[in-house]
């Protein structure tokens, strides 16, 4: 069965520093790979995803991730933090084939970015 | 935001009795979802839906039922609530492209139950 693991519960940061969150996962075929985020009191937002191709996504917000099919990772990074980017962020996977119901996520890491 | 809404956006309720979770949708997707978010746990898939009147569980379906009586309106019933299922629900749609799933949420409903 597919399992994600993110590996920081809490990341603290000072603003403009870089930061990388980790994300490993486990799955016996080919899968889909996401990153939400969700600011706070808010719902999840779709970051980036990786479907197919280049194996490295970026989002519109300065955010980067990498499919690492032979270390099964999908870390995200960004270079700058901004205060901004304080949430917690949620990685999943979905299996190439699967049913409609197997898009499993982390348990989350929560992002902090101080001055 | 995929024209997801749920309604009530915060309820609390008394232990053993029913509630409904509304979720609805204006784009005519598909694929119709109902997750629990609890602090250490993430997200997690409660039932699901393929179509009208075509429902299925996930991970966490004790306790719950669900409708489907038209596209565009997915139902999340707790017969009897229970404490433990205090949580922020959150709906989800897909889009479901060409067979490539991306699901996008709601802005999801805080259930208290006393």
């Known amino acids: 069965a597919q399992s994600v693991t993110q590996l920081d519960s809490q990341v603290p940061v000072f603003e403009e520093a870089p930061v990388e969150l980790r994300c490993n996962y486990s799955s016996s075929v080919s899968v889909y790979l996401f990153w939400y985020v969700q600011y706070p009191n808010q719902g999840l937002q779709l970051l980036l995803k990786y479907l197919s191709g280049s194996t490295l996504v970026e989002s519109i917000n300065g955010f980067e991730a990498e499919f690492n099919k032979s270390q099964t990772s999908f870390h995200l990074r960004k270079p700058s933090v901004h205060i901004s980017d304080t949430a917690e962020y949620f990685c999943?996977?979905?299996?190439?084939?699967?049913?409609?119901?197997?898009?499993?996520f982390g348990k989350g890491t929560k992002l902090s970015v101080k001055p | 935001d995929a024209g997801i809404t749920q309604s009530p956006r915060h309820k609390v309720t008394e232990t053993g009795t029913p509630v409904t979770l509304r979720c609805h949708q204006t784009e005519n997707h598909r694929y119709m979802y109902w997750y629990r978010q609890d602090p250490g746990h993430g997200l997690r898939l409660i039932h699901y839906s393929y179509g009208v009147k075509d429902t299925d569980k996930g991970e966490v379906s004790d306790g719950y039922s669900v409708s489907r009586s038209k596209t565009e309106d997915f139902l999340l019933t707790l017969e009897s609530a229970t404490s433990s299922q205090t949580s922020v629900y959150f709906c989800a749609i897909s889009t479901n492209a060409g067979g490539q799933e991306t699901q996008y949420f709601g802005p999801g409903t805080r259930l208290l139950v006393l």
């Open positions: 999943a996977v979905s299996e190439i084939g699967g049913s409609q119901g197997n898009l499993i």
